[in-house]
T-cell receptor, first 113, second 119 residues
Framework: GQQLNQSPQSMFIQEGEDVSMNCTSS?????WLWYKQDPGEGPVLLIA?????ELTSNGRLTAQFGITRKDSFLNISASIPSDVGIYFC?????????????FGKGTKLSVIP | NAGVTQTPKFRILKIGQSMTLQCTQD?????MYWYRQDPGMGLKLIYY???????DKGEVPNGYNVSRSTTEDFPLRLELAAPSQTSVYFC??????????????????FGDGTRLSIL
């Protein structure tokens, strides 16, 4: 099946620092989604991207849909302790149709106060 | 508006037992999904449904069954529980109607998960 390579796998950062994580694929995606998962809960949608080159913000979060349609990144500015969690990228591969999402393995973020 | 509700939140089963994981959504979404999440991994699709009466296999369907008799409910059944099915199970739903976005690309909304251990 489709593979999404998400990096880094984990990050330890100081409160106040900026964070960047990304997802890449060997094939074209027509949608990129970024989710956050807190312990014991389900993933919650942060940002959805639908067009190549699209740059979308949600508060301190900014995500971009890569021009090649094979990658996306998520930036978090001025991190705070509640940013802790696992961040997943997900997308709809162009060839797979609209029904199924492919997920990355997640980036585990730890914020040191 | 409760969104996607999963029950139970936790369950321990013995090998060979059966159980049903319940999922219900009150958003009138036509698409529903079941995923499993293993430690350090992303979510893998077990089964999905595009509407009442229609179900299809995902990436890892073996050992599971589903049904979709109503729009709201999408139960997942384990007939003969095996240790390899120890995981956290997530149900999700999405709509494909309305909005300004391409219908097929609406994001999925997730429940809080069922943590299942098989011993």
């Amino acid at each position: 099946g489709q593979q999404l390579n998400q990096s880094p796998q984990s990050m330890f950062i100081q409160e106040g620092e900026d964070v960047s994580m990304n997802c890449t694929s060997s094939s074209i995606f027509n949608t990129w989604l970024w989710y956050k998962q807190d312990p014991g809960e389900g993933p919650v949608l942060l940002i959805a991207l639908y067009k190549a080159g699209e740059l979308t913000s949600n508060g301190r979060l900014t995500a971009q849909f890569g021009i090649t349609r094979k990658d996306s990144f998520l930036n978090i500015s001025a991190s705070i302790p509640s940013d802790v969690g696992i961040y997943f990228c997900a997308g709809h591969p162009l060839q797979a149709g609209s029904y199924q999402l492919t997920f990355g393995k997640g980036t585990k973020l730890s914020v040191i106060p | 508006n409760a969104g996607v509700t999963q029950t139970p939140k936790f369950r321990i089963l013995k090998i060979g037992q059966s159980m049903t994981l319940q999922c219900t959504q009150d958003m009138n979404h036509n698409y529903m999904y079941w995923y499993r999440q293993d430690p350090g991994m992303g979510l893998k699709l077990i089964y999905y449904s595009v509407g009442a009466g229609i179900t299809d296999k995902g990436e890892v369907p073996n050992g599971y069954n589903v049904s979709r008799s109503t729009t709201e409910d999408f139960p997942l059944r384990l007939e003969l529980a095996a240790p390899s099915q120890t995981s956290v199970y997530f149900c999700a739903s999405k709509t494909t109607t309305g909005g300004t976005l391409s219908d097929s690309n609406q994001p999925q909304h997730f429940g809080d998960g069922t943590r299942l251990s098989i011993l």
